[in-house]
């Protein structure tokens, strides 16, 4: 069995969340799991973005509090997430995808 390091960390005055690390890696803030997801808006647009805590960070878009951009979307559906080895892994694939079309996001969506 491998162990994992669990750690607190405050997001805002508001909000704390817990934070595991992969077992096995040093615990720096990069070595936690990190996640690039999309959601399709109400007008059928698409955002990308990157979290720790896909479920969190959703709720957050739900609640108007996860970006301007989605905040006047609303409602706002995940369709679409991925876990990468590393936050600076997932920032990368992030940029990759909002660096792409319409039609190639699509297209990533129906490879899953």
Do not use: N
Not at 23 to 50: E, K, N, W
Not at 72 to 78: A, Q, S
Not at 90 to 103: P, Q, T, Y
Request: aromatic share 6%.
């Amino acid at each position: 069995a491998s162990a994992s390091a669990t750690t607190t960390m405050s997001i805002d005055r508001r909000e704390t969340i817990t934070l595991t690390a992969r077992a096995g890696r040093p615990g720096s803030a990069h070595d936690y799991m990190a996640f690039v997801y999309m959601l399709r808006c109400r007008d059928q647009s698409l955002y990308t973005g990157i979290a720790r805590d896909v479920q969190r960070r959703l709720k957050m878009h739900q609640a108007g509090r996860g970006a301007r951009y989605t905040a006047t979307r609303l409602p706002v559906e995940l369709i679409w997430q991925r876990e990468m080895t590393t936050w600076s892994e997932a920032m990368r694939e992030e940029r990759r995808i909002k660096r792409l079309s319409r039609a190639r996001k699509l297209q990533l969506l129906s490879t899953q």
